[in-house]
């Protein structure tokens, strides 16, 4: 892959990533009649009768609000609503791309936890769920929670969740592939912000005992005294004070930091075939090649497309939102972020698709160390995981659908992404 210019992404990014388009002919007096007066008041009054029917007679079904404050943008910091449109845009390329979910990008001007619940409160009979994105810590928490509470339309933080459900899926075949037990290994997480602790929640939900969770001040002990109530429950007894102090013997690192925070000398005190997630971007907290000097047992995974075990969030926003919307789910349950996580480990077992090796030009591409999770243009993604969220949602009771066909469902994912351009 050629590296990208500045002149070539201001280019692309001229007046925006994203439009509305019209999903009804309206090219006539009869059919205007339809579209607005005076044929909208009929089912305006369906829908006053029963609020159900708004996810029939509008684009309810298929509409997320990606809402921002840009206060945690990517790797930019707080830089405020306005220069975070375009990642927000962009977040809504993805949805739309990966998963034909339409997607309206929304930057607030309101930073306190109490406006910007106010507000996603106020907008919410529009959507049929809302993304929260690069909210910054530990606010995020506690917006996610009440919208939650508040709403019944599906609120997911992606910046926490989508992070903690990718890994987990590569977690989850890690231990298949090596035949270590997942309570009995050690996980170091370095960055106790949103991702981390929710990555560290959802090991637990998994069945890891120990995690040890670091974040700029050190190792969160119980004899700190600057620790949040988010990041209290995952301090734990010890004298350790670095992450060079916990890193030996231990099966995982999971780093949510800052490049160069593991060094080659930290690698080699961890424990046989170690797992590292390296995620913070663009340049990692290790680099793979610095890994490899020191260890050829390791897995490692970064956020990076350039090299194998890519954890992407795209793997899993778009699709669970797919699946949670069509069964018009009320919210996304832990058991759907599961649910999804156990897809995306299932599928990376599978036969890699001929156009997705083809995309990377690597014909070699199977499961194992290197393949430890499906590539973000596996089309069968889509399949897997909403099929998996949905029937969840529904076993679950929080979808209002009066029934669910898995089989008749998955076949209509598959219709969609493999049909042809003339049936389009």
């Known amino acids: 892959m050629s590296p990208i210019t500045k002149e070539e992404v201001l280019k692309y990014h001229e007046q925006g990533k994203?439009?509305?388009?019209?999903t009804k002919p309206c090219d006539s007096q009869h059919e205007l009649s339809l579209a607005y007066?005076?044929?909208v008041a009929i089912p305006c009054l369906e829908i006053a009768g029963d609020e159900n029917l708004s996810f029939k007679y509008t684009n309810r079904s298929n509409l997320v609000a990606v809402i921002s404050d840009g206060s945690a943008v990517l790797g930019l910091g707080n830089i405020g609503p306005l220069a975070s449109k375009p990642v927000m845009e962009g977040k809504s390329v993805l949805f739309k791309k990966f998963a034909d979910v339409d997607a309206f990008d929304i930057e607030l001007d309101v930073h306190t936890i109490e406006e910007i619940v106010t507000t996603c409160k106020a907008i919410s009979p529009t959507f049929g769920g809302i993304n929260l994105e690069?909210?910054?810590?530990?606010?995020?928490?506690?917006?996610?929670?009440?919208?939650q509470e508040a709403l019944d339309i599906p609120v997911f933080h992606d910046d926490q969740h989508g992070t903690a459900i990718i890994t987990t899926a590569g977690l989850m075949n890690v231990l298949e592939l090596t035949g270590k037990k997942v309570e009995e290994i050690k996980i170091v997480v370095n960055g106790a912000g949103a991702a981390g602790i929710s990555c560290a929640k959802m090991y637990q939900r998994l069945g890891v005992k120990n995690i040890i969770m670091c974040d700029s001040r050190g190792v969160l002990t119980t004899n700190r005294t600057d620790l949040n109530k988010y990041k209290a429950p995952f301090a734990v007894e010890t004298d350790a004070k670095t992450l060079e102090d916990v890193i030996v013997n231990a099966d995982m690192f999971l780093g949510l930091s800052v490049a160069g925070a593991l060094t080659k000398e930290m690698v080699g005190k961890m424990a046989p075939?170690?797992?590292?997630?390296?995620?913070?971007?663009p340049t990692p907290e290790i680099l793979p090649s610095e890994v490899k000097e020191v260890r050829d047992d390791a897995i490692i995974g970064t956020g990076r497309?350039?090299?194998?075990?890519?954890?992407?969030n795209v793997l899993g926003f778009p699709f669970i939102f797919r699946g949670a919307l069509d069964v018009?789910?009320?919210?996304i349950t832990e058991g759907m972020k599961m649910a999804a996580a156990k897809a995306l480990a299932a599928l990376a077992k599978e036969p890699v698709?001929?156009?997705v090796k083809a995309a990377y030009h690597n014909q070699d591409l199977v499961f194992g160390k290197e393949h430890i999770i499906p590539l973000p243009f596996n089309k069968e993604v889509l399949i897997w995981v909403a099929s998996a969220v949905a029937k969840a949602a529904f076993e679950e009771g929080v979808a209002r659908v009066e029934s669910y066909e898995h089989e008749v469902y998955t076949e209509h994912l598959r219709c969609i992404i493999y049909r042809t351009p003339e049936e389009e």
């Open 18 to 22: 994203i439009g509305i388009d019209l």
């Open 37 to 39: 007066t005076p044929g």
């Open 134 to 147: 690069d909210i910054k810590a530990p606010q995020c928490f506690e917006i996610e929670k009440q919208l």
């Open 273 to 281: 075939e170690p797992i590292i997630f390296a995620l913070a971007n």
């Open 305 to 312: 497309s350039d090299y194998p075990n890519q954890i992407n």
């Open 328 to 331: 018009h789910a009320k919210k």
């Open 353 to 355: 698709p001929y156009y």
